[in-house]
């Protein structure tokens, strides 16, 4: 049967080769939620256009043709990290070369920077370093919120937030408050990788476990800080492992609508612990993101990361379900340390480039999906001399 006949559309639209998905693509029309054993057949299947139509019938019952960016700068405190995580190669030992730790003014001379380019989000995230006191990073945000207080801070992962408890000896909901009251407006989604024991053990055996990752989000979402989310697949997961991921996502979604967007996040294996394994092919990627939208059916936004996917990519998947492609990042180092060849800076012409010859309409938009309009805003401060204006 083809999906035309399933949902009464024009029979220009594709058949379901895979017959096994049938049953799946008819409830999918019918707006019903997809089980455990739906995910994994989905990812069993090699009919990938199928699920492309799948995954885009919803990302156009959501957002039409639009497709959203931002104009962000990712800053990375440190990569002195105690955890030692196998899947990571941006984490150093102190002493280890590369080992860097920015002074809070140097922190705050990017984002000032990052003011002048236009930026509405600096996203940070970093190491769990041994020595720098919770203060520091209290310092960081109020710093940032100083001198930058239009801007949004997305910051820290559940991981750090995990960490700062422990240091600071406040629970989970106090470090929380802490940063919220320092000027922390939403967290990130790093740091979930895959929630299964038996995969965190190998991949980041000295991180927060899964229950303890969605219980910080839970936190996070009840003391209204919204977050991301993040599934970190193709390293040594099992299809079931990652349904079972995006399903524990969905029922902590129907219990607090606190995450704000999904990101599948490709292993990438170069300078890591787990540098013999293979990197994951397109298809994979292709395939995650369409999962990841029609299974988090409670989730408004899917991301596809260009840094991760590759903006020719990344451009793709905004036809398998995605209608963000991020932002323009400006500096990345957790995926240019392993092995990432794309560029760390796109500006945001390239960006709405991309997403028109993908027939989409780009929408600038805030961290929390507000739409963005540059002539209703004040003009980015400028500096005598300054050395580049890039964005806008
Ligand atoms: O937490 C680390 C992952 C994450 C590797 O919330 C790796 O808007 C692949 O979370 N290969 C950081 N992945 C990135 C992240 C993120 C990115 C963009 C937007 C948002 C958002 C969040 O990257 C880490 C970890 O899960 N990671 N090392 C690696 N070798």
């Not at 009464?8 to 080769?17: L, N």
Request: neutral net charge.
């Amino acid at each position: 049967m083809s999906i035309a006949q399933l949902s009464g559309m024009k029979s220009s639209t594709p058949v379901i080769e895979d017959g096994r998905l049938e049953p799946i693509a008819a409830k999918v029309l019918a707006g019903e939620r997809l089980s455990l054993e739906d995910g994994v057949a989905l990812y069993r299947s090699p009919d990938l256009l199928a699920l492309g139509w799948l995954a885009n019938y919803v990302r156009e019952k959501r957002h039409g043709d639009v497709c959203y960016f931002n104009v962000n700068r990712h800053i990375n405190p440190t990569n002195v990290c105690v955890a030692h995580c196998k899947l990571c190669a941006f984490g150093r030992s102190p002493d280890a070369p590369g080992a860097y730790t920015f002074a809070l003014e140097e922190i705050w001379q990017r984002a000032e920077q990052g003011l002048r380019e236009g930026a509405t989000e600096f996203h940070l995230v970093g190491g769990l370093h041994p020595d720098l006191p919770f203060d520091y990073f209290l310092d960081l945000i109020r710093g940032l919120k100083a001198r930058c207080p239009g801007v949004h801070l997305k910051a820290f992962t559940m991981v750090e937030v995990g960490y700062f408890s422990r240091i600071s000896k406040l629970s989970i909901r106090d470090t929380l408050l802490a940063l919220k009251d320092a000027g922390v407006d939403s967290l990130p989604g790093g740091g979930a990788e895959i929630f299964h024991p038996r995969v965190r053990k190998v991949i980041c055996d000295h991180k927060v476990s899964g229950q303890q990752w969605l219980n910080i989000a839970r936190t996070a979402h009840q003391i209204g800080l919204r977050s991301n989310a993040t599934m970190l697949y193709g390293h040594i997961e099992s299809d079931e492992e990652r349904v079972e991921h995006l399903l524990a996502l969905r029922a902590l979604q129907d219990e607090t609508g606190g995450f704000v967007a999904f990101i599948p996040l490709a292993f990438h294996p170069e300078n890591t612990g787990l540098a013999h394994l293979p990197k994951p092919t397109g298809f994979t990627d292709l395939k995650t993101m369409a999962i990841s939208r029609l299974l988090l059916d409670n989730f408004d936004h899917i991301k596809a990361y260009w840094i991760m996917l590759t903006p020719r990519v990344a451009q793709i998947a905004l036809r398998f379900g995605a209608d963000d492609i991020d932002g323009t990042v400006v500096e990345e180092k957790i995926y240019h340390d392993a092995g990432a060849t794309t560029a760390q800076f796109t500006p945001r012409a390239q960006l709405e480039r991309l997403i028109r010859e993908a027939g989409r309409v780009p929408v600038e938009r805030d961290t929390l999906y507000h739409p963005i309009d540059r002539s209703k805003m004040p003009p980015p401060p400028s500096r005598p001399n300054a050395s580049l204006s890039i964005i806008v």
